[in-house]
């Protein structure tokens, strides 16, 4: 049974056989590229099992996604789902210190176009996290995120609201 049928099916909103999957390809690493293909999935639940799935493998074992990243950065940036861009800017935050100096300029590109344009709530707080951390030693992007932060203080859904004071605080 391929990864994707093994990831079909369930609620939406739970891992189904997310796990079991995640476990099976950290035993058998060779595995994973099977695995990351299920981003191409029509199914939307597979993608979001899938991006659920490769933040529990780059967390136990980022040796097996750093070779994925230009498909990250090229690619999968380009699913318009809010799960995929919440993992992608959870991702570049654990492999922050793999990432070459063109990678992490492109994760930046890709993390500020999100913040600047979504309204998913989870992409926005993630988006904040990464950017947030990553201006505290760069202060070009400091000086580009403030304002956004300042918009997003003002936001309706308090996770959001408080995320964007935290990190501003984290900045001062």
Not at 11 to 39: A, I, M, W
């Amino acid at each position: 049974m391929s990864f994707e049928d093994r990831l079909t099916g369930g609620h939406p909103n739970s891992l189904g056989n997310t796990l079991e999957v995640v476990k099976e390809v950290l035993q058998h690493t060779l595995r994973f590229d099977d695995f990351f293909n299920c981003y191409f999935s029509k199914d939307e639940v597979v993608r979001l099992r899938v991006s659920n799935g490769i933040k529990r493998i780059c967390k136990a074992n980022k040796s097996i996604v750093l070779p994925y990243v230009d498909r990250l950065l090229n690619e999968i940036s380009k699913i318009d789902q809010a799960s995929t861009q919440w993992t992608l800017a959870q991702l570049f935050l654990i492999l922050e210190k793999d990432l070459s100096t063109t990678q992490k300029s492109k994760a930046q590109e890709i993390l500020k176009k999100n913040l600047a344009a979504h309204s998913d709530w989870i992409v926005l707080n993630q988006t904040m996290e990464t950017l947030g951390k990553w201006a505290e030693k760069d202060g070009v992007l400091k000086e580009w995120i403030i304002p956004h932060l300042n918009r997003l203080v003002q936001d309706e859904r308090k996770s959001v609201s408080k995320k964007a004071s935290k990190t501003l605080q984290g900045l001062s």
